[in-house]
């Protein structure tokens, strides 16, 4: 019923921007925290970046100043402009919430289905 969607992910030179976008979708009353993981082949998935409900954020240190995540007023909206992108950076994106209220139940830890960023040389 609830379905976090990502969009925004594809190739890009060394030193290029991309822009992620993902939208919950469904019958949802409130989303709280909002956020970016990403995985790399063989490793575990890190937080790039989160965003409270009130508008606070964090960064993985290897992200701060480059990358930047933002909300829309509704809150059903999290952004991940990415700048100055380094091959390291290439990932499947995931966007996760840690709750969503649908008026019935919550639902905890959500994930969406990924997109990939790759990131040339």
């Known amino acids: 019923q609830v379905q976090l969607v990502e969009s925004g992910g594809g190739l890009v030179q060394a030193g290029g921007s991309l822009r992620l976008s993902c939208a919950a979708s469904?019958?949802?009353?409130?989303?709280?925290?909002m956020g970016w993981y990403r995985q790399a082949p063989g490793k575990q998935r890190e937080l790039v970046a989160g965003?409270?409900?009130?508008?606070?954020?964090k960064y993985a240190n290897s992200v701060k100043g480059r990358f930047t995540i933002s909300r829309d007023s509704d809150q059903n909206t999290v952004y991940l402009q990415m700048n100055s992108l380094k091959p390291e950076d290439t990932a499947v994106y995931y966007c996760?919430?840690?709750?969503?209220?649908?008026?019935?139940?919550?639902?905890?830890?959500?994930w969406g289905v990924g997109t990939q960023v790759t990131v040339s040389s």
């Open positions: 469904g019958s949802i009353v409130r989303v709280n925290a």
């Open positions: 996760y919430t840690d709750e969503v209220y649908t008026g019935s139940y919550y639902l905890t830890d959500y």
């Open positions: 965003i409270t409900s009130g508008g606070s954020t």
